[in-house]
């Protein structure tokens, strides 16, 4: 099954807007990463946050993570239609220490 | 981009044939992972290695075996391949476990 279970599953906006996408997961965690994928193309890796931080940037993005209600959300500020792509969360379960779980993804279509 | 290699990158095969899927890399990390998707889906874990010779089952492991006899070297085979192993096939590395994975560019296998 699923550990992280992102949402929506597509998002559409207009360049220059913001794009929040959520993850949400069922098991206690040692960290959550964001993962980018351009069509036909491999994984990208854009963040990683532990579990004992609550917020992490990196250039226009932002992530925060919520333990006690077992979420996480990205954030893109100033999109641009380079952006278009599907993101991915994979968590890594105290259980199942070395084995990513990744959700089924967010589709973000950025418009010019 | 890390140094990670699959090969072949598209491959058609028959119903019943074994097929071996080639994960090269040349970044001397410990961690190696072969991971399937499905359309609209995510990542689903086949196999991991934490060292050489050292393999581990993932949530969808059935019909699939894994060898890894050197560091740079993670081999996937489909025992007898069945037309539900149509997938897109991806290797990921890591240092430890616990820190990004870097993708390779994907298998793309079809089974008929």
């Not at chain 1, 220059?16 to 098991?27: D, H, I, L, P, R």
């Not at chain 2, 072969?34 to 060292?51: A, K, V």
């Not at chain 2, 890894?68 to 025992?79: P, Q, V």
């Given at each position: ?32 990463q964001w993962y980018r994928q351009n069509?036909?193309r491999g994984l990208v890796h854009l963040i ?13 993005l ?21 952006d278009?792509a599907s993101y991915f969360?994979a ?22 | 981009d890390a140094?990670i ?85 991806f290797?990921a ?7 990004e994975a870097f993708f390779g560019q ?7």
């Amino acid at each position: 099954s699923q550990q992280g279970e992102e949402d929506p599953q597509a998002l559409s906006i207009q360049e220059g807007e913001n794009a929040t996408m959520n993850c949400s997961y069922k098991t206690s965690i040692n960290n959550l990463q964001w993962y980018r994928q351009n069509s036909g193309r491999g994984l990208v890796h854009l963040i990683l946050i532990r579990s004992n931080e609550r917020e992490k940037h990196s250039g226009r993005l932002r992530v925060t993570l919520d333990t006690s209600k077992k979420s996480s959300s990205l954030l893109i500020t100033a999109s641009r239609a380079a952006d278009t792509a599907s993101y991915f969360c994979a968590t890594d379960a105290l259980s199942n220490a070395g084995k990513s779980t990744f959700g089924d993804g967010t589709t973000l279509t950025v418009k010019p | 981009d890390a140094g990670i290699t699959q090969s072949p990158r598209h491959k058609v095969t028959e119903t019943g044939t074994p097929v071996t899927l080639r994960c090269h890399q040349t970044e001397n990390h410990r961690y190696m992972y072969w991971y399937r998707q499905d359309p609209g889906h995510g990542l689903r874990l086949i196999h991991y290695s934490y060292g050489v010779k050292d393999t581990d089952k993932g949530e969808v492991s059935d019909g699939y075996s894994v060898s890894r006899s050197k560091t740079e070297d993670f081999l996937l085979t489909l025992e007898s391949a069945t037309s539900s192993q149509t997938s897109v096939y991806f290797c990921a590395i890591s240092e430890s476990g616990y820190t990004e994975a870097f993708f390779g560019q994907g298998t793309r296998l079809t089974v008929v």
